[in-house]
């Protein structure tokens, strides 16, 4: 069944507006607190530690967290720091006592800022092997051609919050920070953008994929949370966390901070948010240093885990190593924290230490992300009294704790079998099969009766989706969404449910009712979702915008809104009509063609198209016209 829409034109002139936004964030600094009791003096090997080697003054507390610091890199440094900056390091680990667990990638600036230095090279090099279901209804062809390295994908997670994290691929020059305050650094960093094929003046289409793909990891780290993860260059005097994915060496051959590093990002300060500073002390402390040589599923969780040290957190080890890199077996997805190293892991989440040897069981990520981000308002109800009325054929919704339940409701007019298949968001990203690498959320489908009584549910063990099919009669329904752990925390495989939140896609049949009870060639779910009743035909016209139910129906519009049908617009780029852009309101699982023709009489329509699917709206028509009149034609019919 085709739907026709005729446009013809003779001249014209229009405007396009084209947007971006830019949002706001960036990272934390270090704030002295000292404090003193009762004073000592510090002789013989301790003394050697203090600055100059002079015997100094520390309250007993301090020499206490003095003497935890273990030989290594961590202390070289500190034992070339003033012995106001070592005060301030030792205030430092008294505040923060997990810190003594993570002596192998701390790090000290000059000035006594701690910061880490994470993730051996020879760690970063391990390839995934995932085996894990995903959708194939959805896929993105946004990328068709190279760009240059000044515009990269712009996108935004969150644009109206007013903290981000800027995910920077073009390159920097970094000056005037932290980084280069350390003797020996150089004045300038001139970092070269993220590169993949050895050409650094433009982004590939696939660098373009892997630039959404990195930036749909870290937003999924950070759904649910008031933050902005954008690709676009903040403005100025805005307050924003900046992970800089960058090569090892600048464009000058130097060594950047985290040359030989996975990432580095300073420790921002406890009990302190970004906008307590100014701009410039945000700037100082800025960026965080993400190696850009690695595989994408490793740059996304390397951002995620360096930010999480701007934002105050620590390692999540093991009582025999400083960082877990998870586990799996046990028939369940394998797992892993994001504090930690789980690089080859399905799932990686935030975590309070709740699995077997954790070594920090005091730091609770989620309430350090809620502290510095807060919560974003729950998008569906959360009960059968309140459950949301479904329509469409999916739902893209959010889980944002494992106390948040997603509900909602439909109604059978007739017996019908019904598909639910409930995806993590990440698992339906260009159809790539191991997309669930590094997915935060394990899910969990139920059905209930209008007496909420559970009559279906789905929750696999070795799959973080899960699908439901159940033969219903009519009648009034419920369904409910979770995110749930596998097996217990202390299972040897399995997790809680913790961490488990993020978005999710929910994909079920054509509005519920795929069947054609009185034979007018639309479909009844269509019908009971517009008004309510089967007594319509398809040649009624109830909004009397002209378009009959079936056009319609076909056409994806709104039979009770007379502003809703099929229509073309056009743009007319020269004075010679030689290009003319068309555009319409695309519609999900609806297929378009363009057709020409310059004499309605003479001429037939010729498609110069092609099939045009959603959400493709707009097309250009660059071909030489010869003629004064040209007449276009829109065609849509439903995706079978």
């Known amino acids: 069944m085709k739907f026709y829409a005729y446009f013809f034109l003779t001249l014209s002139l229009a405007v396009i507006l084209v947007f971006f936004i830019s949002p706001t964030s960036l990272e934390s600094v270090y704030q002295e607190n000292s404090s003193e009791t009762e004073i000592v003096e510090i002789q013989s090997q301790t003394s050697k530690l203090i600055s100059n080697s ?3 003054k520390l309250s007993n507390e301090l020499t206490m967290y003095l003497n935890l610091i273990p030989e290594g890199k961590f202390k070289d440094r500190f034992s070339s720091l003033e012995f106001d900056a070592q005060q301030k390091v030792l205030e430092r680990i008294k505040s923060s006592p997990n810190l003594t667990n993570d002596f192998n990638s701390l790090r000290l600036t000059f000035g006594g800022d701690i910061y880490y230095h994470c993730f051996s090279c020879e760690q970063l090099l391990k390839k995934k092997g995932i085996s894990q279901s995903n959708s194939n209804k959805e896929s993105s062809n946004l990328y068709a051609s190279a760009v240059q390295i000044e515009n990269p994908p712009l996108l935004s997670s969150r644009p109206e919050a007013n903290v981000a994290i800027f995910l920077d691929f073009n390159g920097a020059d970094i000056q005037g920070t932290v980084w280069n305050a350390d003797p020996g650094a150089p004045t300038v960093y001139n970092c070269r953008p993220y590169d993949k094929d050895g050409d650094e003046a433009t982004f590939s289409v696939t660098e373009q994929k892997n630039i959404e793909y990195i930036w749909r990891e870290v937003c999924e780290d950070y759904a649910g949370f008031d933050v902005n993860v954008t690709t676009i260059e903040p403005a100025a005097d805005t307050y924003f966390y900046h992970a800089l994915i960058t090569p090892a060496t600048d464009k000058n051959g130097q060594n950047c901070p985290h040359y030989d590093a996975g990432g580095i990002a300073i420790l921002g300060t406890l009990g302190t948010k970004i906008n307590d500073y100014t701009y410039s002390q945000v700037e100082y402390y800025s960026p965080a240093w993400i190696r850009s040589e690695y595989e994408k599923d490793n740059i996304g969780l390397i951002i995620s885990h360096e930010i999480g040290h701007n934002l105050t957190l620590n390692h999540h080890g093991t009582t025999s190593s400083e960082y877990y890199g998870g586990h799996s077996g046990g028939g369940v997805p ?29 730091q609770d990520d989620l309430a350090t992300l809620n502290f510095h981000f807060s919560s974003i308002d729950d998008d569906f109800g959360d009960s059968f009294v309140n459950a949301t009325e479904l329509s469409g054929t999916s739902i893209n919704g959010l889980i944002n704790n494992s106390s948040d339940f997603d509900f909602f409701k439909f109604s059978l007019a007739a017996s019908q079998t019904i598909t639910f298949d409930l995806f993590p968001y990440t698992n339906t990203t260009y159809n790539l099969s191991d997309w669930s690498w590094g997915g935060n959320a394990d899910l969990e489908i139920a059905i209930y009766n209008e007496s909420y009584e559970v009559i279906g549910s789905n929750n696999p063990n070795n799959k973080l989706d899960a699908s439901l099919s159940l033969s219903l009669s009519a009648g009034n329904y419920y369904i409910r969404v979770k995110a749930v752990g596998a097996q217990g925390s202390q299972s040897p495989s399995g997790f809680s449910s913790y961490g488990s939140r993020g978005e999710y896609n929910l994909y079920f049949d054509e509005l519920f009712i795929v069947g054609d009870q009185d034979e007018d060639g639309v479909l009844d779910g269509w019908e009971q979702q517009y008004f309510g009743t089967l007594s319509y035909t398809s040649s009624d016209d109830p909004d009397g915008d002209g378009f009959s139910n ?30 003319m852009t068309l555009s319409w309101v695309s519609v999900e699982d609806r297929i378009y063609n363009i057709y020409y023709t310059d004499n309605l009489k003479f001429s037939p329509f010729v498609d110069i198209s092609g099939d045009l699917s959603y959400p493709i709206q707009n097309y250009l028509d660059s071909r030489i016209k010869t003629n004064n009149f040209h007449f276009y034609k829109l065609e849509v019919r439903r995706d079978p």
């Open 54 to 56: 002079k015997k100094v």
């Open 334 to 362: 394998s797992w892993g924290p994001i504090m930690g190293n789980p690089f080859d892991k399905n799932v990686t989440q935030w975590s309070n230490g709740d699995y077997q040897s954790a070594n920090n069981t005091s």
């Open 550 to 579: 079936l056009d319609e129906f076909i056409a994806g519009s709104d039979p009770t809104d007379q502003n809703s049908f099929l229509s073309l617009s056009y743009f007319i780029s020269n004075q010679n009509l030689n290009e």
